[in-house]
Nanobody
Framework: VQLQASGGGVAQAGGSLRLSCAAS????????MGWFRQAPGKEREFVAS????????SYADSVKGRFTISRDNAKNTMYLQLNSLKPEDTAVYYC???????????????????WGQGTLVTVSS
C-alpha cells in the first residue's frame, strides 16, 4: 500500500496541527496503523498507534493527553491531531501500516510493513 503523509508545517508552542495519512493500493480498513517521528540527530520513535477498527489506541508518554490518533476507513485516511505543541515535538512525522490483519496495536517500527514519506513539523518557542 502507498501512504501519503501531509499536514506538517510551522506552529508556535501551544499551537495545533493536524496530520493526515492517505492510503491507496489495497484495502485499508483491515490493518493496524501508527505514527512515528524522528527528530534531527535522534532515532525514530513511536508516537501513537491505532487498531484496524479504531477502537484501540495507544500513545507514547511524551504525547499522551496532547495528541489524538484516529482513522476514517471509508476515506482510507488516518489522522494525528497535535495540540499543545512543544518545541521538542519538532520532527519528521511518518505514518505506517501493517500488511497482515490483527486486532492488536503495535509499538515497534519493525511491526509495520509500509511507510509514508514523512511530513515535517516545526514548533517554535
Amino acid at each position: 500500500v502507498q501512504l501519503q503523509a501531509s499536514g506538517g508545517g510551522v506552529a508556535q508552542a501551544g499551537g495545533s496541527l493536524r496530520l493526515s495519512c492517505a492510503a491507496s493500493g489495497r484495502t485499508f480498513g483491515w490493518y493496524a496503523m501508527g505514527w512515528f517521528r524522528q527528530a534531527p540527530g535522534k532515532e525514530r520513535e513511536f508516537v501513537a498507534s491505532i487498531n484496524w477498527g479504531g477502537a484501540s489506541t495507544s500513545y507514547a508518554d511524551s504525547v499522551k493527553g496532547r495528541f489524538t490518533i484516529s482513522r476514517d476507513n471509508a476515506k482510507n485516511t488516518m489522522y494525528l491531531q497535535l495540540n499543545s505543541l512543544k518545541p521538542e515535538d519538532t520532527a519528521v512525522y511518518y505514518c505506517a501500516i501493517r500488511s497482515t490483519y490483527s486486532s492488536d496495536i503495535y509499538y515497534n517500527a519493525g511491526a509495520y510493513d509500509d511507510w509514508g514519506q514523512g511530513t515535517l513539523v516545526t514548533v517554535s518557542s
